[in-house]
């Protein structure tokens, strides 16, 4: 089983609201990211969760709060977003987080701040 | 800046008909070279991937190029069919710097 879940599969949100996302994997991995894609846009690195420790936050706003619970688990908390945070929101596994590891994709969390 | 520049933005091919995507890259400490495919309301997903000690690899009808003093890598697919019509990215790195895609139509 190669599958990431993630959901929502879409959720909209206001600027004041508090919402999470979700990841989930059960291939052992021990490595977890979250990425942004906007439209037409390759994905861009957020955060990196290396054996449950965040070992990677690419200058992420405050506003985006990565928590892993577990092995398995991986959660983006949103809180008081702009407009422009509007986009489709990645989760993917590795193994253990080593260079040239295949990463493993979720199909997404499509986001609209409105 | 590490960057990796991905031409063309877009392809249009016909079915049968050969796609070639093309990337090249500046760091010359990447070390490994994957193409992701991604479909509409998908994630990426991995296609093929190489190192830097071997010029070619292919698995089935793609092939990757790999040009180390060129600092290129490429992407062919042979026999493009409809069901190949999706957005590829190249990148480079361990921590996945990625062209900014292609997105390739397969004409029936």
């Known amino acids: 089983d190669t599958e990431v879940t993630q959901t929502p599969k879409h959720l909209v949100m206001g600027m004041t609201n508090k919402k999470s996302l979700k990841c989930e994997q059960h291939?052992?991995?021990?490595?977890m990211y979250w990425y942004k894609q906007k439209a037409k846009k390759p994905p861009e690195l957020m955060f990196v969760?290396?054996?449950?420790?965040?070992?990677i936050n690419e200058s992420v706003p405050s506003r985006f709060s990565p928590e892993c619970p577990n092995s398995s688990l991986l959660n983006l908390h949103l809180h008081a977003l702009q407009p422009e945070d509007s986009a489709l929101y990645l989760c993917?596994?590795?193994?253990?987080?080593?260079?040239?590891?295949?990463?493993?994709f979720g199909p997404g969390t499509r986001l609209l701040v409105l | 800046q590490q960057q990796v520049k991905q031409s063309p933005q877009s392809l249009i091919v016909q079915k049968g008909g050969i796609s070639i995507i093309n990337c090249a890259y500046e760091n010359t400490a990447f070390d490994y070279f994957p193409w992701y495919q991604q479909f509409p309301g998908k994630g990426p997903a991995l296609l093929i991937a190489?190192?830097?000690?071997?010029s070619e690899k292919k698995e089935g009808r793609f092939t990757i190029s790999f040009n180390k003093s060129a600092k290129q890598f490429s992407l062919h697919i042979m026999d493009s069919q409809p069901g190949d019509s999706a957005t590829y990215f190249c990148a480079a790195g361990s921590r996945l710097t990625f062209g900014e895609g292609t997105q390739l139509t397969v004409n029936p």
């Open positions: 291939m052992g991995h021990r490595a």
């Open positions: 993917a596994s590795s193994r253990m987080g080593l260079a040239k590891e295949t990463q493993y």
């Open positions: 969760y290396s054996y449950e420790k965040l070992s």
């Open positions: 190489i190192r830097p000690d071997v």
